[in-house]
Structure formats: structure tokens, C-alpha cells
């Protein structure tokens, strides 16, 4: 299984952007979303399983993101509005063919499959 993420780019504070993250097979157990600034550590953004549920989201980013998905493209996106240069950072979309609970969602470690990450830069 192979992940294919774009979309990133340079926006303005306050902008919106979408990413994508595209399947070459079937690995949407749980999936979801983390990103990594530079000279940080890889943090949680967000994460939902395809049987259905719950989305789960950092503090940082609820109420302005929104994770969503297409079956019939096996492609997941990320809704990201209302910008802000603390968003900042690579993201990289992860699956697993496994479906965790709504619980450990966030826990990086768990998931076994990593897109290349894109690029997000919120700047004026």
C-alpha cells in the first residue's frame, strides 16, 4: 500500500487549504492526519476509522479542520480553514488496515502505513 499526499502550499493567515491523500490499495482500517514542524516532533492532527464514527481532533486544529473522505477514490482529505501560522509544518497522511479504537486514534505508533508528506505554510 502505497500513500500519495499533496495539496500543500503557501497560504495567508486566515486562508484555507485542502490536502489529499490517495491509496494505491486498501489500507483504511483507521487513518487520519499528523504533521511535523521543523525541529518539532511529529504531533496528531486528525484521525477516523473507515467502518464509521467519531472523528477525532487535536484542540489545536478542532473546529477549523475537517477530515473527510472519498470511497469510490479511496482518497482522504483534510479541510484546513481559518489558518494559522502555528500550522506551520509537513503534514503526512497514515493509514492502517487496522481499526483502532477511538482512543488510541492519535497514537502515531499504530499506524503502519505513511504518505510523503506536503508541505504548509502559513505566512503574509
Known amino acids: 500500500v502505497q500513500l500519495q499526499a499533496s495539496g500543500g502550499g503557501l497560504v495567508q493567515p486566515g486562508g484555507s487549504l485542502r490536502l489529499s491523500c490517495a491509496a494505491s490499495?486498501?489500507?483504511?482500517?483507521?487513518y487520519g492526519w499528523f504533521r511535523q514542524a521543523t525541529g518539532e516532533e511529529r504531533e496528531f492532527v486528525a484521525a477516523s476509522r473507515w467502518s464509521g464514527g467519531s472523528t477525532r481532533y487535536a484542540d489545536s486544529v478542532r473546529g477549523r479542520f475537517t477530515l473527510s473522505r472519498d470511497n469510490a477514490k479511496n482518497t482522504v482529505y483534510l479541510q484546513m480553514n481559518a489558518l494559522k501560522p502555528e500550522d506551520t509544518a509537513v503534514y503526512y497522511c497514515a493509514a492502517d488496515s487496522r481499526t483502532w479504537a477511538f482512543g488510541s486514534l492519535s497514537r502515531i505508533d499504530l499506524y503502519n502505513y505513511w504518505g510523503q508528506g506536503t508541505l504548509v505554510t502559513v505566512s503574509s
Open positions: 490499495g486498501r489500507a483504511w482500517g483507521s
